[in-house]
C-alpha cells in the first residue's frame, strides 16, 4: 500500500490538463473525431475513480483485512473478496463523479469532429444562434442529471 499516494498523484496529473488542452495536443496524433476525445475524457474522468478507490480501500477497518489474513487469504484474494467489495459505494460515487461530469465535458469533442450532444452548441456558436446554444446546453444538462439520478437509485443508501 505504499504505493497508494503516487497512483492518486499520477491520476491527478489528469486533472491538471484541461480537456482543450488534452484535446489540442491529441489531434495531431490521433485526428480529428472520437478518438482524441475519448483520450481527453478518459484522462479528466480517472481522477475522481481513483481517488474515491483509494479513499475506500483506506477507509477499510483494520481488523477486517487481518481476519482475512488469518483465515489465509492471500493478497490477491483479500483484495477481491473483501477489500473490494466493501470499498465499492466509495468507488461507484466516484465513477458516478466521472460519469457526470464527463457528460458535461464530452461537449466539446464537437470541436474536434466528435459528432455528439455538443453539436447544436457549436453550430449555435457559428451561426450566432443562442436558442442552438441552450438547446445543446438544456440537453446535455439534462443528460448529466439524469444519469446521476440512476446512478443514485442503484448506488447503496449509506454511501449517498
Known amino acids: 500500500l505504499h504505493f497508494l499516494p503516487l497512483v492518486g498523484q499520477l491520476a491527478s496529473i489528469g486533472q491538471t490538463f484541461p480537456p482543450v488542452a488534452v484535446l489540442a495536443l491529441a489531434v495531431?496524433?490521433?485526428?480529428?473525431?472520437?478518438?482524441?476525445?475519448?483520450?481527453?475524457l478518459l484522462l479528466y474522468g480517472l481522477l475522481p475513480i481513483v481517488r474515491n478507490t483509494l479513499a475506500g480501500l483506506e477507509g477499510i477497518d483494520p481488523g477486517v483485512t487481518e481476519a482475512a489474513r488469518?483465515?489465509?487469504?492471500?493478497?490477491?484474494?483479500?483484495?477481491?473478496?473483501?477489500?473490494?467489495?466493501?470499498a465499492a459505494p466509495v468507488i461507484l460515487a466516484g465513477i458516478r463523479t466521472s460519469v457526470t461530469i464527463n457528460i458535461a465535458t464530452a461537449a466539446i469533442g464537437a470541436t474536434v469532429g466528435a459528432s455528439n450532444l455538443g453539436d447544436p452548441i457549436i453550430s449555435g456558436i457559428v451561426n450566432g444562434n443562442t436558442a442552438y446554444v441552450l438547446q445543446g446546453a438544456l440537453l446535455i444538462g439534462l443528460l448529466a442529471l439524469c444519469v446521476d439520478s440512476l446512478f443514485a437509485r442503484f448506488q447503496p443508501a449509506s454511501s449517498s
Do not use: C, K, S
Open 70 to 86: 488469518g483465515m489465509g487469504m492471500t493478497g490477491g484474494q483479500r483484495l477481491r473478496q473483501v477489500e473490494l467489495p466493501l
Open 28 to 40: 495531431p496524433v490521433l485526428g480529428f473525431g472520437t478518438l482524441p476525445i475519448i483520450v481527453a
